[in-house]
Structure formats: C-alpha cells, structure tokens
C-alpha cells in the first residue's frame, strides 16, 4: 500500500490540501464536521505531516540542545539518567528532540552553543548545574536564544522570581530542613551536615535547610554552635571524602548525619561500620533517592525529576510555539518544586536507634 501523503488525502477527500494542513496544525480553522471527517482519515491512513515542511513552515528545527554531564561516580548520576530520559520524553511529545553534546567546562559549553546555533541550527538549550556568576545565562541572554534551566539563579542579591530567564528547580533546603526535624523526632541531639564546601548554590540551600531545622524545637540553643563548624563538614563529594567526614562527625559526638548527597551517605555509611563493637551507629540521611539508597534503604531526600523534566519542556516549548496552538496557557516561567523525605531503615546496618535525651 503507497504511503499517504498530504496530496492523496486531499484527492481522497475532496478537500484542499489547505485544509488537511490546517485540520493538522490549526484545527479551529476547518468547520467541525469536515475536521472530524479529516481527523478519521488521517488515523485510517497512519499519515504523518513531513518534518521537513514542518520546519520550513515554522523556520525551525524542533531540536533542543543539553550538555552531557558524566557522573563522578556512577550514583549521582543516576540522577542526572533520569532526567535526561524524562526530558527526551516529554520534547517528543511536543515534537521536540534532543540534541546532545559533551563540554568539559562552562566555556568550553558557550562555545558549543555558539558552533550548534550555526551548524545545527537549534532552536535553544536545556541548562543544568546552574551556580553562582554562571557565564552561560548571561551568553545567552544577550543573544536572545531560548533556554531555560534545571536550577535557580543563585545571585546573593537577586530574586530568582524576577529572574529574566525561565527555571524549574527543588527546593531542596525544605528537604534537609524535613530530615532534620525527623532525626529530632526520634531523639537525636546532636545533628551533624556532610556537604560541599560553601559557594556552591546548591549545597548552600541544602545546608541552609539542615540550619533551620536545627533552630526550631529541642536544639534551637546549640543550632549556632553546630552551624559554626562544630558539626558541619565541608567536602568535595564523593563515597570516600564522605567516609572521611562522617568519621569526623562521629568524633565530634555527632549522633545523626545529613548529608548533601548519596555518595557522601553511602561514605558515611561505610566509615560507620567500622565504630566499636556495641557503638550505635549514627542515623545517616542522604539527598537524592538514587537507586542504591532505595536498594541498601537509606534514608534520602528526593527530587521530583520527572515533574522538573516536564515543567522545563513546557515553558521552553512554549516560548517557542512549535505545535502550540494558541490556546494553550502559558506555564509559570519559575517553577520551585518540593523535595520529599523519604525514610528508611537502613538494610546493612540494621535499625538506627534514638539517642538518648540529654
């Protein structure tokens, strides 16, 4: 059977070839009766519009651009494997697709943009690990090209809600703000923080939440001590760096851990193994559910990555009108979404048990 075409529809049909592109592409311009008969056809008929005219209809590509970052170590990636199959989906469903690219570095990605928006001819970027005095925002805003990021603007004098750009991203200090108060629920007194050194936007807001929890309810009197440095280890991430900084904590009487991410958890899961026999192992929670937490049942705080996938997709989508047909409300152009505490009992160590209060 001959492929059908836009041509053999029309003939078939006894209608323009007009009309089978506006029953396609702007359907409240065909009579309902002649855009139900058309509808029918086309799904008889299993025809799909060219991409090709398409794109030179609308001078676009449907190709949208992100940076392959590779995980350090194979567990925060896991994450970052989410949400690119998140994103891919959620493009295809407006017509969209990937394109990916490698960059070892914030420059080295601008000149990526700058050679993709020539030979690829895209149609705008999907940003992730946004930070501090971050290059790539201010590139492309003056250049007028499309994006929007996985990430707020993290400006110490800026309000990311008037942020000229558009942004999806978790709020993950209320994150660790909620594991905090739970380790307090169950009786720890003294709560320690495992995160990246400070600067980093991210782990900042993450540890800012583990400060707020530490400030309301049994420990609001120490919350300035153990936010001073006593219980807050910077570090680089990373299984063995957490391993290190749980062993600190451990000795400075820490009780329970929050930690930024899996990998630093499952560090500090490790270094707590080799405590005393009879010694209670301190609780540990870590950020992000990987996989690996949920398998050995650490307790994690996760992130909605398929929702932040999906809210990135429709605002840069949006902006872009591809198969947008006007009638479609414009999605909020800053999104912040809410991280979950997700509690376990740990499967290798066993129960974690309150500490006594003092």
Not at 2 to 19: C, D, I
Not at 145 to 161: E, I, K
Not at 271 to 282: K, V, W, Y
Request: glycine share 10%; with cysteine; aromatic share 6%.
């Amino acid at each position: 059977m001959a492929k059908a075409t836009l041509v053999s529809l029309a003939n078939a049909l006894g209608v323009s070839r007009q009309t089978i592109s506006n029953a396609i592409n702007a359907p409240e311009r065909v009579k309902p009766e002649t855009l139900a008969r058309v509808q029918r056809a086309i799904a008889e008929a299993g025809y799909r519009p060219s991409a090709a005219a398409r794109q030179l209809r609308t001078r676009r590509s449907m190709n949208l651009g992100i940076r392959m970052i590779p995980g350090a170590d194979g567990i925060n990636g896991s994450i970052y494997d989410r949400f690119l199959h998140s994103l891919a989906e959620a493009a295809q469903e407006r017509g969209y697709r990937l394109t990916l690219f490698y960059a070892a570095s914030d420059a080295d990605e601008i000149e990526q943009y700058d050679q993709l928006l020539d030979v690829a001819d895209l149609d705008g970027f999907v940003l992730t690990g946004t930070h501090r005095d971050d290059e790539r925002t201010a590139w492309l805003l003056e250049r007028g090209v499309p994006f929007a990021a996985f990430g707020r603007p993290w400006s110490d004098d800026g309000d990311p809600f008037a942020s000229a750009h558009a942004w999806v991203d978790v709020d993950g200090g209320a994150g660790t703000e909620e594991a905090t108060r739970a380790l307090m629920a169950q009786g720890h007194r003294r709560i320690g923080f495992l995160g990246w050194p400070t600067g980093s936007g991210v782990g900042d807001d993450r540890r800012a939440g583990w400060r707020r929890g530490l400030s309301h309810g049994p420990l609001a009197d120490d919350a300035s001590r153990a936010a001073a440095g006593e219980l807050d280890i910077q570090t680089e991430d990373g299984v063995a760096r957490g391993a290190d900084g749980a062993a600190r904590l451990v000795g400075a009487g820490a009780t329970a851990v929050v930690c930024a991410s899996d990998s630093l958890a499952l560090g500090a899961l490790a270094a707590l193994r080799s405590l005393p026999p009879g010694t209670p192992p301190p609780a540990v929670v870590g950020f992000d559910d990987t996989p690996v937490a949920a398998a050995i049942g650490l307790s994690s705080v996760a992130q909605p990555i398929e929702s932040v996938a999906r809210q990135i997709i429709a605002v840069l989508t949006h902006g872009l009108g591809g198969r947008d047909d006007g009638t479609t409300p414009e999605p909020p152009r800053h999104v912040l979404l809410p991280a979950a505490f997700v509690e376990r009992t740990p499967h290798a160590l066993g129960a974690v048990p309150a500490a006594p209060s003092p």
